[in-house]
């Protein structure tokens, strides 16, 4: 079954570490997207890709990059992790000819 | 930049009675838009995606759609309480960028 697994499920970080979020899908999509969700923002978009070896920035990338080393694999990196980059993380797939996208579960992660 | 706006940002109703969503956006090229539904603490649900204006129903869902408008609504037919949760409404614009709303918070009482 085709899905986006996102990992970790969960993450404490320490102000001005580093993160790394993982995000690998199994659709063979073109596109994947990382986004971020907190109270009364709904989702925001940080960077998306349009396959591999290509990022593009989003509505809020500061303080994120991103890399895209393969058609399935995903990755959000916080170089310096900062407290109001507590959040959940959501990955997405998706392709521009076909209507559905896939959303991971979620990471929660919490930087303190 | 797509702006896409929810209203109202809570609703409460009872069950079996009809509860109506409302998502305005601003790119008139933009070609799909959805509904999704988010449980507390869970992920996302997709409940209706549509692309011509007009309606499209799945199931207790009914998504419509007016482009001259910017308008694009979600009704929900004879709702339970399990249905409580916070709606997103999602469009599709140009870069094939989704952009959300902030979402609208339901809560179906017995």
């Known amino acids: 079954e085709a899905a986006v697994t996102q990992s970790p499920r969960n993450k404490v970080a320490v102000t001005g570490g580093k993160v790394t979020l993982s995000c690998n899908q199994t659709n063979n999509h073109n596109n994947m997207y990382w986004y971020r969700q907190d109270t009364g923002h709904g989702l925001r978009l940080i960077h998306y890709?349009?396959?591999?070896?290509?990022?593009e920035k989003g509505d809020i990338p500061d303080g994120y990059k991103a890399s895209r080393p393969s058609q399935e694999n995903f990755s959000l990196i916080l170089e310096l992790a900062t407290p109001s980059q507590t959040s959940v993380y959501f990955c997405?797939?998706?392709?521009?000819?076909?209507?559905?996208?896939?959303f991971g579960s979620g990471t929660r992660l919490l930087v303190i | 930049q797509q702006k896409v706006q929810q209203s109202p940002e809570s609703l409460t109703v009872s069950e079996g009675a009809m509860a109506s969503l409302n998502c305005t956006f601003s790119?008139?090229?933009?070609?799909?838009f959805r509904w999704y539904r988010q449980h507390s603490g869970k992920g996302l649900e997709v409940l209706v995606s549509?692309?011509?204006?007009g309606e499209k129903e799945e199931g207790s869902f009914t998504a419509h759609l007016n482009r001259a408008s910017l308008h694009v609504f979600l009704h929900i037919r004879e709702p339970q309480p399990s249905d409580s949760a916070l709606y997103l409404c999602?469009?599709?614009?140009?870069?094939?960028?989704?952009?959300f709303g902030k979402g609208t918070l339901l809560t179906v009482t017995p």
């Open positions: 997405a797939s998706g392709d521009q000819g076909i209507s559905d996208y896939t």
């Open positions: 549509i692309f011509s204006d």
């Open positions: 790119d008139r090229s933009s070609d799909n």
């Open positions: 890709s349009y396959g591999a070896g290509s990022t």
């Open positions: 999602a469009v599709r614009g140009s870069n094939y960028k989704l952009t």
